[in-house]
C-alpha cells in the first residue's frame, strides 16, 4: 500500500506539473505588457488636472461645456467645487461643501441662485448667504477664464 500511495504521489505532481507547468512558464516568458498610469490623466479625457492646490478646466470638454453660457453651471465633484458663469467672461468658482452642515452633493441653480437641498439654505451667485439655516457665506475660489481653460485656485 505504501508503494503504491508514493508512486500516485509522485504521479500526481508529475502529471500536474507536465499539464499546467509549461504554459506557466511560457505566459511567464512572455514580454510583459506596460500599462502607462497617466494615460487616462491628460486634461483631453477627463477635462481638467490638478497641480497641488490649482485645476485647470477645459471649457470645451463635453463635461465642462455648460459653463460657455450664461447661467451655465456645474457641480465639480471630483474638485468639491460649484462654478457658475455669470456673464461678462466671469465664472466663479466656489466651495461645493455647504456651511450648514458640509453637504456637497445636492445642489441646485436657478434665477441667480444656489440652493443647498439638503436644508434648503440658499446663495447669491457670488457666494452670498440669502436664507436657509446656514449662517456663512460659501467659500469662494479664485477663477481666472484665459480662452478657453478655466483655472481656479483653492
Known amino acids: 500500500m505504501s508503494d503504491r500511495r508514493k508512486f500516485l504521489k509522485s504521479a500526481g505532481s508529475t502529471a500536474l506539473f507536465t499539464s499546467l507547468g509549461t504554459s506557466f512558464f511560457i505566459a511567464c516568458s512572455e514580454k510583459e505588457e506596460n500599462i502607462d498610469p497617466d494615460n487616462n490623466n491628460n486634461i483631453s479625457e477627463k477635462g481638467f488636472t490638478v497641480d497641488g492646490n490649482v485645476y485647470k478646466i477645459e471649457l470645451n470638454h463635453p463635461s465642462f461645456s455648460v459653463l460657455k453660457s450664461i447661467g451655465g453651471w456645474y457641480l465639480f465633484n ?25 453637504c456637497r452633493t ?18 447669491t451667485n457670488e457666494g452670498a448667504l440669502v436664507s436657509g439655516p446656514a449662517n456663512s457665506d460659501l467659500t469662494s475660489y479664485i477663477a481666472q477664464k484665459e480662452d478657453e481653460i478655466l483655472k481656479v485656485t483653492t
Not at 78 to 95: C, H, K, P, T, Y
Not at 116 to 121: E, P, V
Open 78 to 102: 471630483e474638485g468639491g467645487m460649484l462654478l457658475v458663469n455669470v456673464g461678462q467672461d466671469i465664472i466663479r468658482a466656489f466651495s461645493n461643501s455647504c456651511p450648514h452642515q458640509g
Open 106 to 123: 445636492s445642489w441646485k441653480y436657478s434665477n441667480n441662485n444656489f440652493t443647498c437641498t439638503c436644508h434648503s439654505a440658499i446663495f
